[in-house]
């Protein structure tokens, strides 16, 4: 419904087809050009399955302002994240519940962990923080480097993308009140 | 004769060895062998100390992850081919080492080497029917 241009700055709308709104997802109101939130579409040229207001759970933002390429089709900006735990990494869709499961199968139970995004050459990097619990920890490298390894390879499996793992000391990943912060994504910054 | 070593898992940045070993100097308790396993992200600090319960308690409480490992003490005489002739004691078996380290003793004459074997019963058998001195734990805290 959207395709990018030369310029690189923003995806334009097929607008002919598709009416994109941007929301704040928790109290459904309708956000000013520019500002982030949630992508509602409604289709203007489906007969028999039309959309209306179809919640796309994305986050994105309107772009303001005139494209130089010349197109006046609106444009929105790359998807990033969503307004469910869903990320998406390097294009591929990945639920931060994947990835608890893995360690909890590899592991045995479930240790603290993070999921920390960044974005290094244009390209998504994502890092597994694991706390090393008593049942995993040993005091020879090898079988740490071992556990990484299993980790790493599991995950692949699932997910079908690389994920670099980092065993982490006890207690040092933050503990937070209520639903746990499990994600910190960094791709905004970098 | 086995003595115990307590490993604790420390990520690779600064201050995560000085800690734990400020804890034990808080408590009274005396290191008298130490090693560092390192990694490019974590290390594996790996200590013997006067009072391994106390130690694990102190630590644990703190947080640390303390897993205890059964390892063997070994006196050597500290000159030339002290150790090669320790380690020709394994040569014909199939102990293996998994990991060792060394520490001078008693005023520099003799050396303590520890080592960590897959299976330590079978190692000292080794070792003693090869006439090595396999230190029991008092022997290497009181001299």
Not at chain 1, 39 to 45: A, D, I
Not at chain 1, 62 to 74: D, E, F, I, T
Not at chain 1, 95 to 112: C, D, F, K, R
Not at chain 1, 117 to 146: I, K, M, N, P, Y
């Amino acid at each position: 419904m959207a395709i990018e241009c030369p310029c690189h700055e923003g995806l334009h709308i097929f607008e002919d087809h598709f009416y994109p709104e941007i929301i704040d997802p928790d109290s459904g109101r309708v956000l000013p050009e520019g500002q982030e939130g949630e992508l509602v579409l409604t289709t203007l040229s489906k007969w028999a399955m039309p959309m209306i207001r179809y919640r796309t759970r994305d986050i994105t933002a309107l772009v303001p302002g005139a494209c130089g390429c010349g197109r006046s089709l609106r444009r929105m900006r790359r998807i990033g994240r969503r307004s469910d735990d869903m990320l998406i990494i390097r294009g591929v869709n990945v639920y931060p519940s994947q990835i608890e499961a893995v360690l909890l199968e590899v592991e045995g139970t479930l240790p603290h962990y993070q999921i920390i995004l960044t974005r290094e050459h244009g390209l998504d990097q994502v890092e597994v923080q694991v706390e090393v619990t008593a049942q995993v920890f040993s005091d020879r490298v090898g079988a740490l480097e071992a556990l990484e390894e299993r980790l790493a390879d599991t995950l692949e499996r699932v997910l079908g993308i690389r994920i670099a793992i980092t065993l982490v000391e006890p207690q040092t990943i933050q503990r937070s009140e209520g639903k746990a912060k499990r994600v910190i994504d960094k791709r905004g910054q970098t | 004769m086995k003595i115990q070593q307590l490993s604790i898992f420390a990520e690779n940045k600064p201050g995560h060895i000085a800690a734990p070993c400020r804890l034990l100097a808080d408590n009274c308790i005396d290191i008298r062998a130490l090693s560092v396993a390192d990694t490019q992200h974590f290390g594996i600090l790996r200590i013997i100390v006067s009072d391994p319960n106390q130690a694990t308690k102190v630590l644990e409480a703190a947080g640390y992850v303390v897993k205890p490992t059964e390892v063997l003490a070994v006196e050597v005489e500290d000159r030339p081919g002290g150790l090669a002739r320790i380690l020709s004691a394994f040569e014909r078996t199939a102990i293996n080492i998994e990991y060792m380290y060394a520490f001078p003793f008693g005023h520099g004459e003799r050396a303590v080497l520890i080592f960590r074997f897959d299976d330590p019963d079978a190692a000292a058998q080794a070792l003693q029917s090869a006439g090595v001195n396999v230190l029991a734990k008092n022997e290497l805290f009181n001299r």
